[in-house]
């Protein structure tokens, strides 16, 4: 079946707007993870979803930052207010279950740049 | 801090050559990961390796694990120009619960 996608691939805003991003994942993942990379920088995990519940937030860079699953598929990340610093590609992630074992598959990535 | 970091940062070799990195990580882990990215989006997974493991080969990959020295290496044989990218680590540390934590990465160059 097809992979994660996400939506749009690229966003350019103005600071101070609010964007959201899109993330679907494979057909049957419970498991969903979002993960912020600045230029030339490893990933800095976000959010993860089992089914449609976020047990672990503590990611989240700041309060302008929310995430939501609905029906245990997509899911979007919005962040209010963007500043400059949010600048960066956003990566999606899914995976079987939530356990660490399974491999993790990756999105494309959404480039946000922030002027 | 991060959990896992690379090294080197950045290797350029000639096609046909290894290529070796190693990443370094601080806390117990259960099992650790490797990835690579082309082109600074998605990333594809290459090999996992569980703590009670201390190597493991897939096609030209070839991964060691020494929780002793809480390090791993991956070592690319007969390289392509094909593996130039970027490659991270990621462990699954038992204090961070159900989530990876991915090093820096080695951008690596295979020149033709």
């Known amino acids: 079946g097809a992979g994660v996608s996400q939506s749009p691939s690229n966003k350019v805003t103005e600071k101070g707007k609010d964007v959201e991003l899109r993330c679907d994942p494979i057909?049957?993942?419970?498991?969903l993870y979002w993960y912020r990379q600045s230029l030339g920088q490893g990933l800095e995990f976000l959010i993860y979803?089992?089914?449609?519940?976020?047990?672990?937030k503590s990611g989240l860079p700041s309060d302008r930052f929310s995430a939501e699953r609905t029906g245990g598929s997509v899911s979007t990340l919005t962040i209010q207010r963007t500043q400059q610093e949010d600048s960066a590609v956003y990566l999606c992630?899914?995976?079987?279950?939530?356990?660490?074992?399974?491999?993790?598959?990756f999105g494309p990535g959404t480039r946000l740049t922030v002027l | 801090s991060q959990q896992g970091e690379e090294d080197p940062q950045a290797l350029s070799i000639q096609e046909g050559e290894n290529a070796t990195m190693n990443c370094s990580y601080k806390?117990?882990?259960?099992?650790l990961q490797w990835y690579r990215q082309n082109s600074g989006r998605g990333l594809v997974h290459l090999i996992l390796?569980?703590?009670?493991?201390r190597e493991k080969h897939s096609g030209r990959l070839r991964v060691t694990l020494d929780t002793s020295k809480k390090s791993s290496s991956l070592l690319i044989t007969a390289s392509r120009a094909a593996d130039t990218a970027s490659y991270f680590c990621?462990?699954?540390?038992?204090?961070?619960?159900?989530?990876?934590?991915f090093g820096g990465g080695t951008r690596v160059l295979v020149k033709p």
């Open positions: 990621a462990t699954d540390a038992k204090a961070a619960g159900n989530k990876l934590t």
């Open positions: 992630a899914s995976s079987r279950r939530q356990f660490n074992t399974d491999t993790q598959y």
């Open positions: 057909s049957g993942h419970t498991a």
């Open positions: 390796i569980r703590s009670n493991e």
């Open positions: 806390t117990s882990i259960n099992n």
């Open positions: 979803f089992q089914g449609n519940s976020a047990p672990d």
